[in-house]
């Protein structure tokens, strides 16, 4: 399900949120990518801290150069303990879309880029507002 929002604030918050709330009812601890014999195959897994397969990959064929190695070391990295420093950031850029706004808010120029707050067209915390939203967007199921 993608949640529909009107402007950046609300978006980061949610994201934020989203994350804190997945990564709660998830295996917690630090993941670990293994290969394992598992139901006769060798399978990619990635391992939580506890021993508990937390994901199977897939059919290890060609040694671990194989996609599904890259796909259980991936897994392992975005581990839950990711979700609070990322939600802390995406609440920090929340905070700061409240204070940096982009002129085309007030005066309806869609490419107009300048900072209300810092009267700079290359504003960093436009600019870093606009990262965190595009980080929002995926966590909600939006762009890629």
Known sequence: MTLTVQNPVEELR??????RETAKNATPGRWTSEHQSWAGDNAVL?????GHAVAVCGEEIAGADHPASA?????????PGLAEP?????????????IHKPY?????LPD?????????EECDGLQNVDRAAA??????GGAE
């Open 71 to 79: 796909d259980a070391a991936w897994i392992a990295l975005m581990h």
């Open 135 to 140: 980080v929002a967007r995926v966590i909600l």
């Open 46 to 50: 990635s391992y939580a801290t506890n």
């Open 86 to 98: 990322l939600a802390a950031w995406l609440e920090e850029s929340a905070n700061a879309a409240l």
């Open 112 to 120: 107009h880029r300048w900072c209300m707050a810092c009267d700079d």
């Open 104 to 108: 085309s808010e007030y005066a309806g």
């Open 14 to 19: 949610a994201a934020a949120n989203k994350l």
